[in-house]
């Protein structure tokens, strides 16, 4: 699938806004860091469906704020998402040697290097975050901001949800345990780029973060859902990364454990639940509607 036109034109806008400002972060201050930088804009800027930018966005605009402000949080969330990858790809974790159709970083370059860059992606995000001149939320949205984001991409958020599945890798775990090892793994960044976006608009209440975290709640668990049967269903080619994965690194998944078609089921009684969050908002948040149909509908 792809996206629909109306989410396709967002998208656009965000890539004519979000790619520059990524772009310009990947020069080197001095010729001995060239590679180090060449590996930091390869694994950032090779594809990519930008996602979680896209969250950040769409509710900071639900929000009625301004795109402008949402830039750097979405940048932010996107360094991490990028790091992320880059470390999960390598030899000591999952061992891949393709993603998004081209050779991990730790293939294109060198084990060292995609540690390095996946350490400097990460630090840059905290970096951009805290930056006035990029992040013009006042000094205490900033910081809510950055504690939020490292609490997704840390122990108690993303790590902790690698670590979960590191340790659960050849055994046959329960639904429940599943749910929270992607919650923690894949669902945390998801949330946390919604909620940067309600915080980026400047008119956050209590109410509307409420609705927004449910809605990404189950847009986080869905879209791993998804994951999980297309490694099932697809290929390595439209896939970009090897399929059948999880079988062959002996995961616990989804379709594994629930069967294909009560996976697909699954993810549809998550779609619903992300819409039925969001009956609280007008149409200002039919890009995030329109998100979560697509998270669950998507081929790759």
Known sequence: MTFPSELHRFQTFCDKHINPALEQ????????????YQAMRYSVMNGGKRVRPLLVMAS???????????????????????????????????????????PTT??????????????????????????????????????????????????AGMVGGQAIDLAATGQRVDQSHLERMHRHKTGALISASVQLGALASGRADDRALAALTRYADAIGLAF??????????????????????????????????????????????????????????????DILRQLADYIVQRSH
């Not at 301004?66 to 974790?93: F, G, K, N, R, T």
């Not at 949205?141 to 997704?152: D, G, K």
């Not at 454990?257 to 969050?277: I, W």
């Open 25 to 36: 972060m990947f020069v080197a201050p001095h010729p001995d860091m060239q590679r180090l």
């Open 60 to 102: 900071c605009l639900a929000l009625e704020g301004q795109a402008q402000d949402a830039i750097a949080p979405a940048c932010a969330v996107e360094l991490i998402h990028a790091y992320s990858l880059v470390h999960d790809d390598l030899p000591a974790m999952d061992d891949d040697n393709l993603r998004r159709g081209q």
């Open 106 to 155: 730790h293939i294109a370059f060198d084990e060292a290097s995609a540690i390095l860059a996946g350490d400097a992606l990460q630090t840059l995000a905290f970096e951009v975050l805290s930056d006035d001149k990029l992040a013009p939320a006042d000094d205490s949205n900033r910081l809510q901001m950055i504690r939020l984001l490292a609490r997704a991409s840390g122990a």
């Open 224 to 285: 791993q859902v998804q994951d999980d049967i297309l490694d099932v269903v697809s290929n390595t080619e439209t896939l970009g990364k090897q399929q059948g994965s999880d079988l062959q690194h002996d995961k616990s998944t989804y379709p594994a454990l629930l069967g294909l078609e009560q996976a697909r089921t699954y993810a549809g009684q998550l779609r619903n639940d992300a819409l039925q969050a969001l009956e609280v908002f007008d149409d200002k948040a």
